[in-house]
């Protein structure tokens, strides 16, 4: 039985595997993690990561901070800050690069939160009609943290950068009042690093909802810590846990996040994948587009195919948000098309569940179907104003390698209300139902 041991950037030289690496490498790790968060484990060290091929193993990349994460005048500032500076000054420097880094894109933190009578519910979100995402406060960690994460401002200690939520009951009273929401995400961090007596307490009040539908948990814990689902102590108790859902007449939506196909070839990864489906949970996979690590054809491709072997429904390939290091990871939106239709194009039908390239922002989440002659069209999967969905549009790029939404322009008149922003909204408040949502 293997025992879970977490490594944090304090603890980087207990690290036997970094002895490969020399002091400059060693370095930057220092360096970025004084701006993103690091952390691994034991799991992902022995079995993800090829050690003959760092640094540039792909779970590596995925794992380990590196120095192009920042940029140039960043890095030397924190260099010499490190060295020359007080600790109040040296503290306000690292606070104010993250503020420059846009920590909470898709205005995750000043939209969307729902009030309910009178009160603001703080760590939930209500973008979309249906779907409700509820950040646990047990959950916002993860079994290690992945370079390219948008949520990195959640495992800061930044003020005012976490969404959190301490109790279910309000979010209960909240579905109640509102039966057309029929699906709760359970967010994160990674809402599978609890245990499941605490898991149990956000998930069991759910059941007694009946118009609730599907409740879907985000996690890569398939990844990063499969023994969950097949050695932990607690196993068993997890997996009758999340069996009560499917007895409950609920949809269990695991919705796994794997950035590379090395993550499930592990017997015990495919074992989890194995154990949750045997208790009614239905895995859906998902995953951004990564330069230096994920960015080819045969990635994707090998990742579906294996995906579906296992039992799972690929679901998104993401475009990583425009927050922290999306200058290293990002691809032009012409590349990331070429590599989603490559993958397609090799895999059979039920490879081509999943949906892509799509960028989630602040109005909704944007495919890109095509460009021809520079012009970019596109189509909003789900949108803030759901009247707009699931209508193509045209886009014409900004500049000569458009990576997001925000380099794109309306490509004529009738488009526009597709590049309406967030601040549109919020002077047209949205009605759901007899709820008034306030953006
Ligand atoms: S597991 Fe998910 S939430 Fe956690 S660090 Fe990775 S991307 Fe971020």
């Not at 194995?274 to 996979?285: D, M, Q």
Request: aromatic residues 12%; glycine residues 4%; proline residues 5%.
């Amino acid at each position: 039985m293997s025992k879970f041991k977490s490594y944090n950037i304090n603890q980087l030289d207990k690290i036997p595997q970094l002895m490969l690496l020399d002091h400059r490498q060693m370095e930057d790790i220092r360096i970025v993690s004084e701006i993103y968060p690091f952390k691994t484990n034991n799991y992902v060290l022995e079995n993800l990561i090829n050690w003959t091929n760092v640094p540039d193993d792909p779970i590596f990349r995925l794992n380990f901070p590196h120095k192009e994460m920042l940029t140039e005048l960043h890095y030397d500032q924190l260099k010499w800050g490190m060295r020359n500076m007080d600790e109040v000054s040296y503290r306000n420097l690292i606070h104010d690069i993250r503020l420059s880094l846009n920590p909470h894109p898709a205005g995750q933190v000043d939209h969307n939160t729902p009030y309910f009578l009178g009160e603001k519910l703080e760590g939930m979100q209500h973008k979309y009609r249906n779907t409700i995402l509820f950040f646990p406060s047990h959950s916002q960690t993860c079994h290690a943290y992945c370079t390219f994460c948008f949520r990195w401002p959640q495992f800061v200690n930044e003020p005012g950068f976490k969404m959190q939520a301490k109790e279910i009951d309000p979010l209960v009273a909240y579905l109640r009042a509102n039966p057309y929401i029929s699906d709760v995400l359970l967010t994160g961090g990674d809402p599978m690093v609890m245990s499941p007596r605490i898991l149990a307490n956000y998930l069991l009040p759910l059941l007694e909802v009946k118009s609730l539908k599907v409740i879907r948990i985000g996690t890569k814990s398939l990844s990063y810590w499969p023994h969950k689902f097949v050695t932990d102590p607690e196993k068993d108790e997890l997996l009758q846990l999340l069996g009560k859902v499917s007895a409950a007449g609920k949809h269990l939506a695991i919705m796994a996040h794997f950035n590379h196909y090395v993550e499930f070839e592990t017997a015990v990864a495919q074992e989890a994948i194995f154990n949750l489906r045997k208790i009614g949970a239905e895995i859906r996979t998902q995953a951004p587009l990564l330069r230096n690590i994920n960015n080819k054809v045969r990635i994707w491709s090998t990742m579906w195919e294996r995906q579906v072997q296992l039992g799972c429904v690929p679901y998104y390939m993401f475009l990583p948000r425009d927050t922290g290091a999306q200058h290293y990871f990002a691809e032009s939106l012409e590349t990331a098309l070429h590599i989603y239709r490559g993958a397609v194009q090799l895999t059979g039908g039920l490879c081509r569940t999943a949906r892509g390239p799509v960028m989630s922002m602040t109005t909704g989440k944007v495919e890109l179907l095509d460009i021809e002659d520079d012009v970019y069209q596109l189509r909003f999967l789900q949108h803030r104003n759901s009247a707009l969905a699931f209508k193509t549009f045209r886009a014409r790029g900004r500049n000569e390698q458009p990576k997001w939404f925000d380099d794109l322009a309306c490509h004529d008149e009738r488009y526009r209300e597709f590049f309406a922003d967030q601040d549109d909204y919020d002077r047209n408040e949205v009605q759901y139902g007899n709820i008034s949502l306030q953006l």
